[in-house]
């Protein structure tokens, strides 16, 4: 019986215990009661959690139509989403939430921040390599800019150029972008372009404006030797994309299309020798650029010869100046490259002896540099002719075609010279009229497929060596269509004896 009631007392003290928690637990809320009484937003917008505790029914309303309470009514405890939008402002906005729960109302103050002015680059350094084709020789710059801007590039930077896409701004940050075009670096050591994005308008001076550095490294150092020749000739069958010279392993004097000749070594020592370039030959190549510069690198080299350009009878590229660093050069020849202009530092190159731009896109002949080539015996420019045969030149509507107009008289006064090659372009008019005796070393003259018409002059017919051109086929045959003015070509003169070739002495 002593168990039994120690058993029945323990088991009633456990039971108050339990009814007195319960009673705890049966507290009740009265009230209204919000966890945060203010929120503020970055102009992005975004969402922020708000509990709501009260013992009667409640609804919320907004001032603004760019924030929202999800949900808007509720009873008891409710956790809240406030919405807030991206705003489009630059200054910052306010809205008020009013709770109504019976007879009261609370209110909330919501803040969003307005979006700074900003122009900002993702990087402050870009950097690009010293060479790629000319298609690919561009980056894009990512801007982050909610203002219209300007770009600012220093005045004595040439090699840069920069092109803003034409979107237009608005408040909110949105990412622009920049082309920045560039040129090869042709000298050894790093260049860099310091760059500056300013604000456009009056309105937006107040933003800080941005620099960011374009950092291109340099050109690979080469040195006159035969290890530089190699350099330089593998760097321009590189960037002409060709086949040739055959680059294997084999010694340089074995290069398919090179022919060397033994130097003294510049700065060594005293007897000691290397072979150096002397003649380089490269064809069926694909480029839209003059010739890679590395080409001013082969000090010794006496003869350059470049044929076939892709698609070169459509392109119009200006030979550039490195050609003519090259003061030992004898022989040049570029045909079918697309050339349409030559520098007017050519005039230095007084080694020159031959030269043949023959099968490219000029307009007129060089006369300004030829003339002023005073060792220049060959001179070859047949075949300029760009985009498609033209057969009628009184109806022709292209200023572009190639080689055309009147044949200057200079072009014979040029008395040295022993070859001279025009054929197949669109000359046009007759020959002019010099004194018998003029061109007395000519040995080769090819006027042929050009639209000439009149009479041959008598410089012409009495020439020594009228029987050495083959004058039937490379003089005297013109083309079958019409000349500016509307004529057949042909000469009215053409002799039905031609003399022999006189015999050397």
């Given at each position: 019986?002593?168990?039994?009631?120690?058993?029945?007392?323990?088991?009633?003290?456990?039971?108050?215990?339990?009814?007195?928690?319960?009673?705890?637990?049966?507290?009740?809320?009265?009230?209204?009661?919000?966890?945060?009484?203010?929120?503020?937003?970055?102009?992005?917008?975004?969402?922020?959690?708000?509990?709501?505790?009260?013992?009667?029914?409640?609804?919320?309303?907004?001032?603004?139509?760019?924030?929202?309470?999800?949900?808007?009514?509720?009873?008891?405890?409710?956790?809240?989403?406030?919405?807030?939008?991206?705003?489009?402002?630059?200054?910052?906005?306010?809205?008020?939430?009013?709770?109504?729960?019976?007879?009261?109302?609370?209110?909330?103050?919501?803040?969003?921040?307005?979006?700074?002015?900003?122009?900002?680059?993702?990087?402050?350094?870009?950097?690009?390599?010293?060479?790629?084709?000319?298609?690919?020789?561009?980056?894009?710059?990512?801007?982050?800019?909610?203002?219209?801007?300007?770009?600012?590039?220093?005045?004595?930077?040439?090699?840069?150029?920069?092109?803003?896409?034409?979107?237009?701004s608005s408040s909110i940050p949105r990412p622009r972008k920049l082309k920045i075009s560039y040129l090869i670096n042709t000298e050894v050591g790093d260049r860099l372009a310091n760059i500056k994005l300013k604000p456009s308008l009056d309105k937006d001076q107040d933003a800080a404006q941005t620099e960011f550095?374009?950092?291109?490294?340099?050109?690979?150092?080469?040195?006159?030797?035969?290890?530089?020749?190699?350099?330089?000739?593998?760097?321009?069958?590189?960037?002409?994309?060709?086949?040739?010279?055959?680059?294997?392993?084999?010694?340089?004097?074995?290069?398919?299309?090179?022919?060397?000749?033994?130097?003294?070594?510049?700065?060594?020592?005293?007897?000691?020798?290397?072979?150096?370039?002397?003649?380089?030959?490269?064809?069926?190549?694909?480029?839209n650029e003059s010739l890679p510069f590395f080409v001013k690198y082969l000090t010794k080299l006496k003869s350059l010869n470049l044929l076939g350009n892709g698609n070169g009878y459509i392109k119009s590229i200006a030979l550039n100046d490195d050609i003519t660093e090259l003061k030992e050069l004898e022989y040049?020849k570029i045909v079918g490259y697309g050339l349409s202009s030559l520098p007017e530092k050519m005039k230095t190159m007084k080694s020159l002896v031959g030269l043949d731009i023959s099968s490219n896109t000029f307009d007129h002949i060089p006369l300004d540099i030829i003339r002023e080539l005073p060792n220049l015996?060959?001179?070859?420019?047949?075949?300029?002719?760009?985009?498609?045969?033209?057969?009628?030149?009184?109806?022709?509507?292209?200023?572009?075609?190639?080689?055309?107009?009147?044949?200057?008289?200079?072009?014979?006064?040029?008395?040295?010279?022993?070859?001279?090659?025009?054929?197949?372009?669109?000359?046009?008019?007759?020959?002019?009229?010099?004194?018998?005796?003029?061109?007395?070393?000519?040995?080769?003259?090819?006027?042929?497929?050009?639209?000439?018409?009149?009479?041959?002059?008598?410089?012409?017919?009495?020439?020594?060596?009228?029987?050495?051109?083959?004058?039937?086929?490379?003089?005297?045959?013109?083309?079958?269509?019409?000349?500016?003015?509307?004529?057949?070509?042909?000469?009215?003169?053409?002799?039905?004896?031609?003399?022999?070739?006189?015999?050397?002495?």
């Amino acid at each position: 019986m002593r168990l039994s009631y120690k058993y029945i007392k323990s088991l009633a003290a456990a039971c108050l215990l339990t009814f007195t928690a319960c009673e705890e637990k049966q507290v009740v809320f009265t009230g209204f009661e919000l966890s945060a009484n203010e929120f503020h937003f970055a102009a992005e917008g975004g969402a922020e959690s708000l509990k709501v505790t009260s013992d009667n029914e409640w609804t919320v309303e907004t001032d603004a139509e760019w924030c929202l309470v999800t949900p808007a009514n509720g009873v008891g405890v409710v956790d809240c989403q406030i919405l807030v939008d991206t705003s489009y402002l630059y200054n910052e906005r306010n809205a008020v939430l009013t709770f109504h729960s019976g007879s009261k109302s609370t209110q909330i103050s919501v803040n969003q921040f307005g979006f700074e002015k900003v122009i900002k680059t993702e990087e402050e350094v870009y950097e690009i390599p010293y060479y790629k084709e000319i298609d690919k020789a561009f980056i894009e710059v990512k801007v982050i800019s909610n203002i219209d801007f300007d770009v600012e590039v220093p005045a004595d930077i040439n090699w840069v150029k920069v092109e803003k896409d034409n979107s237009s701004s608005s408040s909110i940050p949105r990412p622009r972008k920049l082309k920045i075009s560039y040129l090869i670096n042709t000298e050894v050591g790093d260049r860099l372009a310091n760059i500056k994005l300013k604000p456009s308008l009056d309105k937006d001076q107040d933003a800080a404006q941005t620099e960011f550095q374009i950092k291109q490294e340099s050109s690979p150092k080469i040195t006159p030797s035969r290890a530089g020749d190699s350099l330089a000739v593998v760097m321009m069958a590189r960037m002409l994309k060709t086949t040739d010279p055959s680059l294997s392993g084999l010694p340089l004097s074995n290069w398919t299309g090179i022919k060397v000749a033994e130097f003294p070594v510049e700065n060594g020592k005293e007897g000691e020798t290397e072979f150096r370039v002397t003649e380089l030959a490269m064809s069926i190549f694909d480029t839209n650029e003059s010739l890679p510069f590395f080409v001013k690198y082969l000090t010794k080299l006496k003869s350059l010869n470049l044929l076939g350009n892709g698609n070169g009878y459509i392109k119009s590229i200006a030979l550039n100046d490195d050609i003519t660093e090259l003061k030992e050069l004898e022989y040049l020849k570029i045909v079918g490259y697309g050339l349409s202009s030559l520098p007017e530092k050519m005039k230095t190159m007084k080694s020159l002896v031959g030269l043949d731009i023959s099968s490219n896109t000029f307009d007129h002949i060089p006369l300004d540099i030829i003339r002023e080539l005073p060792n220049l015996r060959y001179f070859g420019m047949s075949g300029n002719r760009k985009g498609s045969a033209v057969s009628d030149l009184s109806t022709n509507m292209r200023d572009d075609i190639g080689l055309k107009g009147k044949l200057p008289v200079e072009i014979f006064q040029l008395d040295k010279l022993e070859y001279l090659s025009l054929s197949y372009n669109y000359l046009d008019g007759t020959i002019p009229e010099l004194p018998e005796g003029s061109m007395p070393n000519l040995r080769y003259l090819g006027l042929n497929l050009n639209f000439f018409t009149g009479a041959l002059p008598q410089w012409i017919l009495k020439h020594p060596y009228l029987g050495c051109w083959i004058p039937d086929i490379l003089v005297f045959n013109q083309e079958t269509g019409k000349d500016s003015s509307g004529k057949k070509p042909g000469f009215t003169n053409v002799p039905n004896r031609i003399p022999d070739c006189p015999k050397e002495n």
